[in-house]
């Protein structure tokens, strides 16, 4: 089982956002780590402004995956980051690298999916990091270069590969967790997930989008 590699799993979630942390749960049970002692729910960072950044929220993801590298830099540990708006897909859980690896993709959306390694990747919901690369990848973290705004995780950990082509990479194929239709922590909110009259349609809308898209994803199941 693909969890089976990591010392650590955290899944990164604002305390507010409880809903997003009840239907985590229910994923968690679904792949059998809900009760797993490596699994924690991590505080998520947040900001009051973007700084540098293109907003609050990218700014507080980039800071709490950030954190946790840290502190699995300290135990010398492997770590899973999971963000708490993914749905694995079906057998994910059965999942068996086929190769060794330092940094693994376990859900992204790519650019060119012909030539992964190479491509933009969006997306850094399902992350993993030996406990070799880990302080690594923080320090690059810690101390990258940029001009304009900074770079959101997802665009962070692909210019460190692109430093680093000697790091090697795993991604899943198919994806092992997509991104479920939620209300965003990271870009503006439409409208009708600022009045209360319209945040429940909004929710129930995303629920029925979620199930559809479920049906037609790749399935890992044997």
Do not use: M, N
């Given at each position: 089982m693909i969890f089976d590699y990591f010392d650590e799993i955290r899944i990164i979630n604002l305390a507010a956002r409880k809903d997003r942390r009840a239907k985590m749960r229910s994923e968690l049970r679904r792949v059998g780590i809900a009760?797993?002692?490596?699994?924690?729910?991590?505080?998520?960072?947040?900001?009051?402004?973007?700084?540098?950044?293109?907003?609050?929220?990218?700014?507080?993801?980039?800071?709490?995956?950030?954190?946790?590298?840290?502190?699995?830099?300290?135990?010398?540990?492997?770590?899973?980051?999971?963000?708490?708006?993914?749905?694995?897909?079906?057998?994910?859980?059965n999942f068996v690298p086929a190769e060794d690896w330092a940094i693994f993709y376990g859900g992204y959306y790519a650019d060119d999916p012909r030539n992964l390694h190479d491509s933009d990747i969006v997306g850094a919901h399902m992350m993993g990091f030996s406990g070799a690369i880990v302080p690594v990848v923080a320090d690059y973290l810690r101390s990258i270069s940029f001009d304009g705004i900074h770079p959101p995780i997802d665009g962070a950990y692909v210019w460190f590969r692109r430093a680093h082509p000697e790091v090697s990479?795993?991604?899943?194929?198919?994806?092992?967790?997509?991104?479920?239709?939620?209300?965003?922590?990271?870009?503006?909110?439409?409208?009708?997930?600022?009045?209360?009259?319209?945040?429940?349609?909004?929710?129930a809308a995303r629920s029925v989008k979620r199930s559809i898209k479920n049906i037609f994803r790749p399935s890992l199941a044997s």
């Open positions: 009760d797993d002692p490596r699994v924690e729910f991590f505080d998520a960072i947040s900001f009051p402004d973007a700084g540098s950044f293109s907003s609050p929220g990218a700014r507080g993801v980039y800071h709490s995956q950030l954190a946790i590298l840290d502190q699995a830099a300290k135990r010398g540990h492997s770590v899973l980051i999971i963000e708490d708006d993914v749905d694995f897909v079906e057998g994910a859980e990479t795993l991604f899943a194929r198919p994806p092992l967790g997509y991104q479920r239709p939620s209300r965003s922590d990271i870009a503006d909110l439409q409208f009708y997930d600022k009045l209360p009259v319209f945040r429940q349609g909004a929710a």
